[in-house]
């Protein structure tokens, strides 16, 4: 099993910034990939940006520009820094993990509990 814990959510006015982390723990073989989701209220989970193996990202286009994803591979820790942050960037956000674990020979998903960002206009 692996544990996806979240921190760094909050209350923060329009253009201000937040970072939030998430880290891994648990029966990690290695790590496919890392990512944030979120979602709004009467909204569907949408991706925010993800970071693999490799170290490729993508982000939606929607925080293109604004929010930076980032990992320290030693701590299995992934940041999502969010600058400029606009009032329709409020959403639970969900921190996403894909491992091999060893159960299986593909990777497995994984996630955290949530962590709420409002941003006031």
């Known amino acids: 099993q692996v544990q996806l814990v979240e921190s760094g959510g909050g209350l923060v006015q329009a253009g201000g910034s937040l970072r939030l982390s998430c880290a891994a723990s648990?029966?990690?073989?290695?790590?496919?990939?890392m990512g944030w989701y979120r979602q709004a209220p009467g909204k569907q989970r949408e991706l925010v940006a993800v970071?693999?193996?490799?170290?490729?990202?993508n982000y939606a286009d929607s925080v293109k520009g604004r929010f930076t994803i980032s990992r320290d591979n030693t701590k299995s820790t992934v940041y999502l820094q969010m600058n400029s942050l606009k009032p329709e960037d409020t959403a639970e956000y969900y921190c996403?993990?894909?491992?091999?674990?060893?159960?299986?020979?593909?990777?497995?998903?994984?996630w955290g509990q949530g962590t709420q960002v409002t941003v006031s206009s």
């Open positions: 648990g029966s990690i073989l290695s790590t496919n990939a």
């Open positions: 970071i693999r193996s490799i170290g490729d990202t």
């Open positions: 996403y993990g894909s491992y091999y674990t060893g159960s299986s020979s593909l990777p497995v998903d994984y």
